[in-house]
């Protein structure tokens, strides 16, 4: 039986050879997704503290500043089996698909609801499509992809803040994500 347990993320090895990349941006939705439903997938270690699958988890967990995640380890797989499936754990997800017209509802009612949407991983335009809208300005905290962001990590609250405020003062859109 597989259980989970907690590891200190510092003591975790991300595999050398990953070929999945995770940009900034991504990084923060996962990091935001964490914050709202908590951990709903421990990451998957091979019993010497390896990563084979959840290094984007343990990115966001760093920005998070999380110390402990939850694991599970698949020290059953030989060294093949674990190439292959750090490469098929995410390659089988790119495999599906969407029934969009459930999905558009599903997305309509958690509007409806005022759930923020920003954080689901689609973009202003995704949104906007799904919900046959034309104008994207009603949908609120929606990124677009098109936009840069900075994450800048602060010793204090009084320091987060303050460069918080500074920042609205000079007119840039900003979200406290701790």
């Known amino acids: 039986m597989l259980t989970i347990q907690y590891k200190k993320i510092d003591k ?6 990953n070929s999945r990349t995770h940009s900034d941006a991504q990084v923060a939705q996962i990091a935001a997704s964490i914050k709202e439903f908590g951990w709903t997938n421990p990451v998957l270690m091979d019993g010497d503290n390896g990563i084979i699958a959840g290094h984007g988890r343990v990115l966001a967990a760093r920005v998070l500043g ?10 059953h797989l030989s060294d093949i089996q674990k190439k292959a499936y750090i490469i098929a ?12 017209e459930v999905l558009g509802l599903e997305i309509a009612e958690l509007k409806e609801f005022g759930f923020d949407l920003s954080i689901m991983g689609f973009n202003a335009k995704d949104i906007k499509n799904l919900l046959n809208e034309n ?3 009603e949908i609120l905290d929606i990124k677009d992809e098109s936009k840069n962001l900075l994450m800048i990590e602060c010793v ?4 987060l803040e303050t460069l918080f405020e500074e920042m609205k003062e000079r007119g840039l859109e900003c979200k406290i994500l701790s």
């Not at 975790?12 to 050879?17: E, N, V």
């Open 12 to 17: 975790l090895i991300p595999y050398a050879r």
């Open 66 to 75: 999380h110390t402990d995640i939850p694991t599970i380890e698949l020290s």
């Open 89 to 100: 754990d995410n390659k089988l997800a790119l495999n599906a698909g969407w029934d969009e």
């Open 135 to 137: 104008d994207s300005s």
């Open 156 to 159: 204090s609250e009084r320091e």
